[in-house]
């Protein structure tokens, strides 16, 4: 190869590779991107209107009520917030007024309910202040964190990662969510308020909002000491004591004052 064809060849693959990063990087020509297929996003529905929440990214507190840390071993006095993950198509869309079929899972024997309340960003940012982080709460909703128990206390056992416990398909089962404008609480966010959960009928789970170790606020602000907060993030709040296990046909009843119920049935 001559020079000249040498110095054309380089300067015409230096212009592709400028050209590709700047098709990624401009966010008006996502659409120029080519992919071998396509996959799906995920989306809530929000209560009142035809447009739909994208959801970036699920962020979950364990530990959050004082009996539930006392019942899963650990001491809450002593404690500092711990978060996990869930992966985005964890979620499962329960309409209200609907009793979704949710599924049974594989590997496990020993499958935990876990009621929540659930707040949807709007913003975000990095070392955010617990005075300004409700300002990037877009809205509020009753959420399941479904868990594999036994696969979440073996892999602790064994000193390793339990996410198998956690992050599975449909783990994360939400109603619609709530913007703050529609809420019938009385209130701006969500500082207190009776939260329970019933399986055919019984409570198995009761509690006031107010007895979270870290509110809402707090838990904005810890995350953002970690991550990179943004629109379209989700936090699970955590879950009083008295979660246990259920069974195929069981119906599961979540509740949280000023929220539509969230019903699913294990099937």
């Known amino acids: 190869m001559t020079q000249n064809k040498r110095r054309a060849v380089m300067q015409s693959a230096a212009a592709m590779t400028v050209g590709a990063v700047a098709a990624c990087a401009a966010p008006g020509r ?16 929000i209560a009142g209107s035809d447009e739909m929440f994208p959801v970036r990214r699920i ?76 300002e990037n709460v877009y809205a509020y909703s009753v959420g399941l964190d479904m868990t594999r128990r ?39 966010h969500y500082a207190k308020g009776r939260i329970e959960l019933k399986v055919n009928g019984q409570v198995r789970q009761e509690a006031d909002l107010s007895y979270m170790i870290w509110s809402v606020a707090e838990q904005i602000s810890q995350l953002s000491q970690a991550f990179e907060l943004k629109a379209g993030d989700i936090i699970y709040s955590g879950t009083p004591e008295n979660v246990g296990p259920v069974v195929k046909g069981d119906l599961l009843l979540g509740h949280i004052d000023g929220l539509p119920e969230l019903s699913v049935r294990i099937v």
Not at 30 to 45: E, G, L
Not at 88 to 103: C, F, K, L, R, S
Not at 150 to 172: N, T
Request: hydrophobic share 35%.
């Open 59 to 134: 962020y979950c507190i364990g530990r959050n009520y004082a009996a539930h840390a006392r019942e899963m071993g650990s001491d809450p006095t002593r404690e500092p917030p711990f978060f996990f993950q869930k992966p985005t198509d964890a979620i499962q869309n329960v309409a209200p007024g609907t009793v979704a079929d949710h599924p049974y899972p594989t590997l496990t024997k020993n499958y935990h309910y876990e009621v929540e309340l659930v707040a949807a960003l709007k913003g975000g940012g990095r070392n955010i202040t617990p005075e300004k982080a409700l």
């Open 150 to 188: 036994d696969l979440q206390r073996a892999m602790g056992d064994q000193k390793k990662p339990w996410e198998i416990g956690k992050s599975f398909d449909r783990s994360a089962p939400i109603g619609p969510i709530h913007p703050l404008a529609q809420l019938g609480n009385g209130q701006q």
């Open 30 to 45: 996502a659409n120029a991107v080519k992919t071998p297929f396509t996959v799906n996003a995920t989306y809530i529905a």
